[in-house]
């Protein structure tokens, strides 16, 4: 008598969104590009001098359906 198994693997595909780096990202104008390019399909990576009025712009990126981090940084300075 023979016995055969079969063994079924599933891969698990994530699709990768392009990412785009919004500077100022805390208020304002780059709060509201941020939030539009992850309406628009991308992942949003975010910079900020303001870290205390991030929050819900991050909140509104994840709630698009998109990935978002955030660094404090000043590109002016170069500081982070």
């Known amino acids: 008598m023979t016995t055969t198994q079969t063994t079924t693997q599933t891969t698990t595909q994530t699709t990768r969104r392009p990412t ?27 910079t900020t001098t303001r870290p205390e009025k ?14 978002a981090g955030a660094a404090l940084a000043d590109p002016r300075t170069g500081q982070h």
């Open 20 to 46: 785009v780096l919004v500077t100022g990202a805390s208020q304002g104008i780059g709060a509201g590009i941020a939030v539009e390019m992850a309406r628009q399909g991308y992942d949003v990576a975010v």
């Open 54 to 67: 991030l929050a819900p712009v991050l909140n509104a990126i994840r709630a698009a359906g998109a990935r």
